[in-house]
């Protein structure tokens, strides 16, 4: 049943039910960045979508969704990785048709760009932009519309949550991000996060809830624990950052 109509690049698209039919789900990894990257796709329609894709891997992904035979529609960003390079630019060559997406406020060029309750549809599937600021100014979390999972780039991870340190990050945008736009989600709701580096591969909504041990704190000691991580600058920002503001729509290295 037809719902509301949500905006995507100017385009009208409207909110509809879920499916019976599983959605297909491919969860692959980047070993280098330790990046998780999502191909989601309609069995029916045989449209699909890809969630955070990689460049050194794009190739990888472009093969198996030539081998599903899927139509590969978007390319899509949570935000503006500073530990790699966005595979979109490379996705679009390898398979016509495929359009770069991100968050307007990322900064960053793309094909089309979406903003907070925006929703991109595949087939019969959707999912629905939630802004969950704090790791950078456009972090979003896409959750599909049955609310069965979501897809939390570096916003939430498992057991941990992204820097704030760089990025115009912000602890405290990111605390209230998790807890208004991710923890009201149901329990039982699949977390699939951007990274993991203890090779854990999903969580739930009611695991992190109850289990993160940085969001469990509360908002001033979760500011200060972000405050004093001292972590070490990424390896790749300086040239990551520069490529992936124009999100896929340089010209792919050869």
């Known amino acids: 049943m037809a719902g509301s109509v949500l905006r995507v690049a100017g385009r009208q698209l409207s909110q509809r039910s879920g499916s019976e039919v599983p959605i297909l789900l491919r969860q692959m990894f980047e070993p280098k960045s330790c990046t998780y990257s999502y191909l989601l796709g309609d069995r029916e329609s045989r449209e699909a979508i890809l969630i955070d894709p990689v460049l050194e891997t794009a190739p990888r992904d472009a093969q198996l969704v030539k081998e599903l035979g899927l139509r590969l529609l978007y390319a899509v960003n949570t935000h503006c990785h500073a530990d790699h390079i966005t595979g979109s630019g490379l996705l679009r060559s390898l ?75 912000c602890a405290k945008t990111l605390y209230h991000s998790v807890h208004e736009k991710i923890f009201t989600l149901p329990g039982d709701c699949l977390i699939y996060p951007a990274h993991d580096y203890h090779g854990l591969t999903v969580s739930t909504v009611e695991e992190e809830r109850t289990l993160n041990p940085r969001l469990t704190l509360s908002c001033e000691e979760f500011v200060k624990v972000m405050d004093n991580l001292n972590l070490p600058k990424p390896q790749q920002i300086d040239f990551a950052v520069p490529a992936n503001m124009r999100c896929g729509i340089q010209t792919p290295l050869s």
């Open 95 to 169: 398979l016509p048709g495929c359009q770069s997406v991100i968050s307007r406020l990322s900064g960053a060029q793309a094909d089309l760009h979406i903003e907070d309750g925006d929703s991109i549809h595949f087939g019969r599937f959707a999912l629905e932009t939630r802004a969950s600021p704090g790791h950078t100014p456009g972090c979003v979390t896409f959750v599909l519309n049955d609310h069965s999972m979501a897809f939390t780039g570096d916003a939430l991870l498992i057991r941990g949550c992204g820097r704030t340190d760089f990025q115009q990050g």
